[in-house]
């Protein structure tokens, strides 16, 4: 190591060339960090412009609703629900018009179909629902039992990213009820909703067709469109993929009434597999799936509806 009198030492003849030199790879270096500088000031104006017209809108969607919108928005998320913050009301209101933004492109557009669902989410009572099996006291707690016992719908297992696996079993039906068919899948898909772990809060949706029978299972028409309308107006963007495992030759023509029903964007994300298939591989592991839904599928433990129902919070898939 040299020391300052070493230094001081030295010979000092080449100090003004050293110097020149230092100069000139200063203001090389200068030169690029300028450059660099502008390259990542153009790169943040566009990024910025692009975030703040989605800021722009998703605002002039916050202003157009009253506070009890808000609040319902707000409540959308389970987190919210169970722990409502006036701090945090805004942020999570936010995120749900946010669905409804980029699923409409266009912010009158989105602000119309978002106030559609609040609406519907008040009459519906979706909070008292999500809160049925919390209060023993509830008036939806019995009937809402009673509709699940049937064990044709559950919340269980995740795929790669972290989403909650909504699963559908027809041959479990055991009838069709004007509201609580709907209520129930409601319920289902809202806790899939608050079980998923992934950023965009979607889930997949499994439906086992295997022991389905067109004239024992499938809904009357009208309740079949009712809930696909439902989905359609009130969940854009909710669901990630749908994946429809040994579907029957019959399912055709079932299919052919309620297709028009289903979105555009919604068709391109259903997928008709096969249980002997490995499909399903590329969005789940192994201990993620059940043996029904793709070859070496673990997750196979019997499903109990008290626990399910009692002892598993609204926000945790079955077996989590």
Request: aromatic share 10%.
């Amino acid at each position: 190591m040299t020391t300052r009198e070493e230094t001081s030492s030295k010979d000092t003849s080449s100090a003004p060339t050293r110097t020149m030199r230092r100069r000139s790879s200063l203001a090389a270096l200068g030169s690029s960090i300028n450059r660099s500088l502008r390259r990542l000031s153009l790169f943040g104006s566009r990024r910025s412009v692009g975030n703040l017209k989605e800021e722009e809108q998703l605002q002039f969607i916050l202003n157009a609703l009253s506070e009890e919108e808000i609040e319902v928005a707000a409540r959308s998320s389970y987190t919210y629900l169970k722990n409502p913050k006036d701090t945090n009301r805004n942020a999570y209101a936010k995120q749900f018009a946010l669905r409804f933004l980029r699923s409409k492109k266009d912010e009158k557009k989105a602000l119309a179909k978002m106030q559609s669902t609040i609406q519907f989410r008040t009459e519906i009572d979706i909070d008292g629902l999500r809160l049925a099996f919390e209060d023993l006291d509830s008036e939806y707690h019995e009937p809402l039992k009673e509709q699940l016992k049937s064990k044709m719908l559950k919340v269980q297992g995740y795929d790669k990213e972290g989403r909650a696996t909504y699963i559908f079993t027809p041959r479990n039906v055991q009838g069709h009820d004007e509201e609580w068919t709907l209520k129930e899948h409601i319920y289902t898909l809202e806790r899939a909703i608050a079980c998923s772990h992934a950023p965009d809060k979607t889930v997949n949706a499994v439906v086992d067709f295997n022991g389905f029978s067109v004239t024992q299972h499938a809904p009357p028409t009208h309740i079949g469109k009712q809930f696909m309308l439902t989905l359609r107006n009130h969940y854009a963007g909710s669901v990630n993929q749908i994946f429809l495992v040994d579907a029957p030759f019959a399912f055709n023509a079932l299919w052919t009434i309620f297709k028009p029903f289903v979105g555009s964007k919604t068709r391109h994300k259903i997928h008709f597999v096969k249980s002997n298939h490995s499909k399903l591989k590329k969005w789940y592991n192994d201990d993620q799936a059940a043996s029904w839904m793709m070859p070496g599928g673990t997750k196979n433990r019997e499903f109990d509806l008290d626990e399910y129902l009692h002892e598993t919070a609204f926000n945790e898939a079955f077996d989590e």
